[in-house]
């Protein structure tokens, strides 16, 4: 029992590192999107590609059995991340 157990969890290990390395590198295109936006004087956050993104990553979700409720926090939770982000990079050109 307890190998399998280990066994597992090396991995959910294995998953975790592959979900830091996946938001590192999410995060080093939002910054690029930032720094284009406070060149061109546009606001940090865009609620309507935010509204495209939720409703296809809740599809996406259903069709792998992910509960789409948890899809959607969880991409408000980084794209709130990305915002303030955008909010500093603009402050810094200010
Ligand atoms: C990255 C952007 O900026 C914000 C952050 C988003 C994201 O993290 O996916 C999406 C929309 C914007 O509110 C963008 O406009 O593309």
New binding site residues.
């Given amino acids: 029992m307890l190998e399998e157990l280990y066994a597992i969890r090396g991995s959910i290990d294995n998953f975790d590192a592959t979900l830091v390395y996946l938001l590192a590198e999410?995060f080093k295109?939002?910054q690029r999107?930032?720094r284009l936006?406070a060149e061109h004087s546009?606001?940090?956050?865009?609620?309507g590609?935010?509204a495209a993104?939720i409703k296809r990553l809740r599809t996406l979700a259903e069709d792998a059995e992910l509960d789409p409720a948890f899809a959607e926090k969880f991409?408000n939770f980084?794209?709130s991340?990305?915002?303030q982000h955008?909010r500093a990079i603009a402050a810094d050109r200010a």
């Fill in positions: 999410r295109c939002t999107v930032g936006k546009l606001p940090p956050s865009d609620p590609r935010e993104q991409l980084i794209v991340e990305v915002i955008h």
